[in-house]
């Protein structure tokens, strides 16, 4: 399998070369069950974001740095958009989504007990990795239905165009990738 090398806060890894189509390959970059790279990331990303009241995430590869950003900033609370509702949610807020790495259209959903508790309030959106920004517009969607302020948007990556967008706080630069490995 072809792997693309890349140093993400100070720690070497080697992301897993995937094909999206016969021309588009991108590094999978998968940071459950890594807790040394999900903590350095977590740790380096509060560095650089504005205060916030909460931060939220997008079910599912962003809980992981959610959960640690919320620990090492000694937040009692964060937020997680789920991809399907929950027996235990009411007054449910949705959105519709699309991801590349997702081959159909998916929802978010936001329990209304949350959306109280975003209301007035500066919240951080926070991922994994950015890419065509479709799942950080439908968090963002979300946080106005709710009334709450989008104080920031953080992800450890920024892939392919998102890397150009100034309202981005992000560590690192992934390419994107030809079905040989090189570059883009």
């Known amino acids: 399998m072809m792997t693309y090398k890349m140093n993400i806060a100070g720690l070497d890894r080697a992301l897993p070369l995937c094909r999206v189509t016969d021309d588009l390959y991108i590094g999978a ?58 027996l235990y949610m009411s007054n449910i807020f949705e959105v519709d989504v699309t991801s ?38 439908a968090l963002e969607k979300l946080i106005t239905a709710a009334g709450g302020q989008i104080c920031g948007k953080a992800a450890i990556l920024a892939e392919g165009d998102a890397q150009d967008r100034p309202d981005l706080i992000y560590l690192e630069k992934l390419p994107l990738f030809n079905s040989d490995g090189s570059v883009k």
């Open 29 to 86: 970059f998968v940071i459950f069950g890594d807790a040394e790279l999900t903590t350095a990331c977590a740790t380096e990303l509060l560095k650089r974001v504005p205060e916030y009241d909460y931060l939220i995430t997008a079910e599912a590869k962003g809980i992981p740095l959610a959960h640690e950003m919320a620990r090492i900033n000694g937040d009692s609370k964060y937020f997680v958009a789920r991809k399907a509702p929950k």
């Open 100 to 137: 590349i790495t997702t081959d159909f259209k998916q929802k978010l959903y936001l329990d209304g007990a949350d959306a109280d508790l975003i209301k007035g309030k500066r919240i951080l959106l926070v991922d994994d990795v950015i890419s065509t920004g479709e799942s950080l517009l």
